[in-house]
Antibody
Framework: EVQLVESGGGVVQPGGSLRLSCAAS????????MSWVRQAPGKGLEWVAN????????YYVESVKGRFTISRDNARNSLFLQMNSLRDEDTAVYYC??????????????????WGQGTQVTVSS | DIWLTQSPLSLPVTLGQPASISCRSS???????????LNWFQKRPGQSPRRLIY???NRDAGVPDRFSGSGSGTDFTLKISRVEADDVGIYYC???????????FGQGTKLEIK
């Protein structure tokens, strides 16, 4: 059974930092891109970042570029999101989601078939 | 940038009646391989998002056949043939054609029971 379990959320002051983790099990973690997706209060879903299987490619939504860093440890089946310089507008539930198993630039796949339960991040003074 | 526009944003439906949600893209979602990477997700209150449909019309495992997806190019539709109480939530379309540089979700359509 595929499982994704996030942790690391909490309350932080503006300008502060948090590191989110996602523990994966039940599938070959190293064969998949992985993503973070968030949902702010009263707002829709927003893709935040993703990372390729071999960490050679990482992409971010414009609003977090330069502040957030996505990483992974395939040996530990874990995904991470380091969030620095946090702002009020980063307040959201953050979900870890399995992305595609594509490994070539021209490949496309059906992403986000599995999601974690989410972890709450609150940025407030 | 790719924009996905859903309508309606609010959808009150009587139990047992059909429901339909539209998703329109600012650009064609047909990829060079001939496939169209348009997915639909359900977000129930207090739960994680759940993928219902991938590549326009393919139902995920365990999704009731009351749910169906259709469309092509820039216009897509999610239909529920007979709404049940369990269907209450927010429905999102999402494109994966213009990837990996970013996925785009629609604004969401809130389905409620009338």
């Amino acid at each position: 059974e595929v499982q994704l379990v996030e942790s690391g959320g909490g309350v932080v002051q503006p300008g502060g930092s948090l590191r989110l983790s996602c523990a994966a099990s039940g599938f070959s973690f190293g064969n998949y891109w992985m993503s973070w997706v968030r949902q702010a209060p009263g707002k829709g879903l927003e893709w935040v970042a993703n990372i390729k299987q071999d960490v050679s490619e990482k992409y971010y939504v414009e609003s977090v570029k330069g502040r957030f860093t996505i990483s992974r440890d395939n040996a530990r089946n874990s995904l991470f999101l380091q969030m620095n310089s946090l702002r009020d507008e980063d307040t959201a539930v953050y979900y870890c989601a399995r992305d595609t198993d594509c490994n070539t630039r021209n490949c496309r796949g059906a992403a986000f078939d599995y999601w974690g339960q989410g972890t709450q991040v609150t940025v407030s003074s | 940038d790719i924009w996905l526009t859903q309508s309606p944003l609010s959808l009150p439906v009587t139990l047992g009646q059909p429901a339909s949600i539209s998703c329109r893209s600012s650009q064609s979602l047909v990829y060079s391989d001939g496939e169209t990477y348009l997915n639909w997700f359900q977000k129930r209150p207090g739960q994680s998002p759940r993928r219902l449909i991938y590549k326009v019309s393919n139902r995920d495992a365990g999704v009731p056949d009351r749910f169906s997806g259709s469309g092509s190019g820039t216009d897509f539709t999610l239909k529920i043939s007979r709404v049940e109480a369990d269907d209450v939530g927010i429905y999102y379309c999402m494109q994966g054609t213009h990837w990996p540089q970013g996925y785009t979700f629609g604004q969401g359509t809130k389905l409620e029971i009338k």
